[in-house]
């Protein structure tokens, strides 16, 4: 069974810093992975989705890598802003679009 | 454009009592649907997943169920709410693609369910 891990589960940097979010999965023949962000007591936005044949995807300030091979992948966001505080989540993709979840990692930007 | 609602946002049952949760999807046809949990303290849990009409699967064994009576529209139940219920549930949607899924999922707002 897959299981996804998020290190680490709290990050507190001051605005301008890049973030670095890592990501570890056991079963490396996922489909897919997500990454999403949560804002408090609201539902997922959908970041960015690296698919299993890529190893990277950009989106503004955000950059996703992913290695199949060492079952991890990280988060970048460059220039840090208190908006981008929040919960982020990756998401391992075992096909019909079913995602296993790590607990996330709660991000806090400070001005 | 697709839009996701979920209703209600919150609600306070008493243990015993019936749950329904609904779920519908604008702006798209024949999507997969899905349900998840976020407990406290935990990461999101699938708890069931639906790739036509009344075509549910059920992930983890539970006291819920799930239904789908039109194509975009989601519902999860149960008969008898547990104090182990409480958390919050989120409806998803993507664009159907078979097995080798790689599209994006759309999650509603969610609702916050304390049983009480």
């Known amino acids: 069974k897959q299981e996804v891990t998020q290190i680490p589960a709290a990050l507190s940097v001051p605005e301008g810093e890049n973030l670095v979010l890592n990501c570890s999965f056991t079963d490396s023949a996922i489909y897919n992975l997500q990454w999403f962000r949560q804002d408090p007591g609201k539902g997922l936005t959908s970041l960015l989705l690296?698919?299993?044949?890529?190893r990277e995807q950009t989106s503004g300030r955000l950059n996703a890598s992913l290695d199949k091979s060492s079952g991890r992948s990280t988060l970048y966001i460059a220039a840090s802003q208190p908006g981008d505080s929040a919960i982020y989540l990756c998401a391992g993709g075992g096909g019909w679009g079913k995602l296993q979840f790590g607990a996330g990692t709660q991000v806090v930007v400070t001005p | 454009s697709q839009t996701i609602h979920q209703w209600p946002a919150t609600l306070v049952q008493p243990v015993g009592s019936p749950l329904s949760l609904e779920c519908t999807v604008e702006?798209?046809?024949?999507?997969?649907l899905y349900w998840y949990r976020q407990a406290a303290g935990r990461g999101l849990q699938l708890l069931f997943y639906s790739i036509g009409i009344d075509q549910i699967s059920s992930e983890v064994p539970q006291n819920l169920s799930a239904s789908r009576p039109q194509d975009r529209q989601f519902i999860l139940s149960s008969k008898k709410l547990l104090l182990s219920d409480s958390g919050f549930y989120l409806c998803?949607?993507?664009?159907?693609?078979?097995?080798?899924?790689?599209?994006?999922?759309?999650f509603g707002s969610g609702t916050q369910l304390s049983v009480l």
């Open positions: 702006g798209t046809s024949n999507p997969n």
């Open positions: 690296i698919q299993s044949s890529q």
């Open positions: 998803a949607w993507s664009v159907t693609r078979g097995q080798n899924d790689n599209e994006k999922l759309f």
